[in-house]
């Protein structure tokens, strides 16, 4: 992966984030569990909505944005990685959608790495921040149902 421009870097955030939706819906449709499709639904109506603030983003003025650090410490480091599967147990479910926003962070993280012009590494480090946010929150859910109901 190679970004030039910042334009390059939001048509991926918005290509990446329509993947990113069609999994999530694929797995709505495909699970089992009541509880399970309405948590894809409501990652894959996320996932939509990012998907449409990404491509509203002008490339020139992403130096406005007011960026926030979140924590990096997660639970999902030391979760190993679960292929979907329709019948997936919920924790399996959860352990999945970790996985796949640790590795988005993560692929956005590395990018802003690899460039030295200051605009693109912002716009890679705040696109990297929504998805530590979508990390958040499905940790915030496995921490409620899987580590204390167990």
């Known amino acids: 992966m190679s970004f030039v421009t910042l334009r390059q870097v939001v048509d991926f955030a918005v290509e990446r984030e329509e993947l990113a939706y ?14 399970a499709r309405k948590l894809f639904e409501e990652l894959a109506a996320e996932e ?21 650090s979140l924590p990096e410490v997660t639970i999902g480091k030391y979760l190993r990685h679960v292929a979907f599967q329709p019948q997936m147990t919920y924790q399996e479910i959860l352990t999945f959608a ?8 993560q ?30 929150k499905i940790e915030g859910l496995y921490n409620e149902k899987v580590m204390t109901e167990g």
């Not at 069609?22 to 509880?35: F, G, M, N, V, W």
């Not at 970790?98 to 962070?105: I, P, Q, R, S, T």
């Open 107 to 136: 692929l956005y993280k590395a990018a802003a790495g690899m460039t030295e012009d200051p605009k693109l590494q912002k716009t890679l480090l705040t696109f990297a921040e929504v998805e530590l946010g979508h990390r958040r």
């Open 98 to 105: 970790l996985k796949a926003e640790e590795e988005a962070y």
């Open 22 to 35: 069609q999994i999530y819906k694929r797995a709505a449709d495909l699970t089992e569990s009541p509880a």
């Open 48 to 68: 939509a909505t990012h998907k449409e603030v990404f491509s509203r983003i002008d490339p020139d003025k992403i130096a406005d944005h007011n960026s926030c």
